[in-house]
């Protein structure tokens, strides 16, 4: 069964600081991972989508990374702004459902201080 | 053009009631999935709809249902709320149905339950 967990739970920073979101998955047998961020009490937003041929994908000032073999996939996030204040979900969607059933995890709570 | 729209944003309910949550996608997409957010909880699958048909389901009792019209617009139907269903009820649309490439997942609002 498929599990996605994200490290860490909450993360607190000064502006203008380079960080690293985490997230692992305990099956390698995925169709790609998405980055989701979601402002409190909303929807959520795409970021980036990596589909399980890719190592990495860019936009801006985020950079995801792909290490299927490990289970594990990074969000980089440059030159942190209080308006990348938000809680970041990570996605998979498992390559046995044949539809598009993602596989959440808990999500990070970053709060970027100015 | 517009993005996912859900209806109603917030709802108050009793147990017991029933509650029917609706979803519009974006235009030409044909695809609509439902998840299930509980507070400080990533979401849940309920079903997913393509071309009118149930291709997915989660494990959701059947008190859940789902109907997608012709227009691709949709419902999600809860019956005989318990308050463990007070949740952010997220509708997404997409392209296609299935894994085809670079299909993004692109979120409605949601609309809030509150079970009381």
């Known amino acids: 069964k498929q599990e996605v967990t994200q490290i860490p739970a909450a993360l607190s920073v000064p502006e203008g600081e380079n960080l690293v979101l985490n997230c692992s998955f305990t099956?390698?047998?995925?169709?790609?991972l998405q980055w989701f961020r979601q402002d409190p009490g909303k929807g959520l937003t795409s970021l980036l989508l990596?589909?399980?041929?890719?190592r990495e994908q860019t936009s801006g000032r985020l950079n995801a990374s792909l290490d299927k073999s490990s289970g594990r996939s990074t969000l980089y996030i440059a030159a942190s702004q209080p308006g990348d204040s938000a809680t970041y979900l990570c996605a998979v969607d498992p390559a046995t459902s044949g539809t598009y059933k993602y596989i959440f995890g808990t999500g990070t709570r970053l709060k970027v201080l100015a | 053009d517009a993005g996912v729209t859900q209806s109603p944003t917030h709802l108050i309910k009793t147990r017991g009631q029933h509650v029917t949550l609706r979803c519009s996608p974006i235009?030409?997409?044909?695809?609509v999935s439902w998840y299930q957010q509980v507070l400080g909880q990533g979401p849940q699958f309920i079903f997913q709809?393509?071309?009118?048909?149930?291709?997915g389901r989660g494990n959701f009792p059947d008190r859940f249902s789902a109907r997608q019209f012709p227009n691709y617009s949709s419902e999600l139907n809860v019956n005989a709320l318990l308050l463990g269903d007070s949740a952010l009820y997220l509708c997404?649309?997409?392209?296609?149905?299935?894994?085809?490439?670079?299909?993004?997942?692109?979120f409605g609002a949601g609309s809030r339950l509150t079970v009381l």
């Open positions: 709809y393509y071309e009118k048909e149930e291709r």
């Open positions: 099956d390698s047998a995925i169709y790609n």
């Open positions: 990596i589909q399980s041929s890719q």
């Open positions: 235009s030409g997409h044909k695809s």
């Open positions: 997404a649309s997409s392209l296609e149905g299935a894994f085809s490439g670079a299909n993004v997942l692109t």
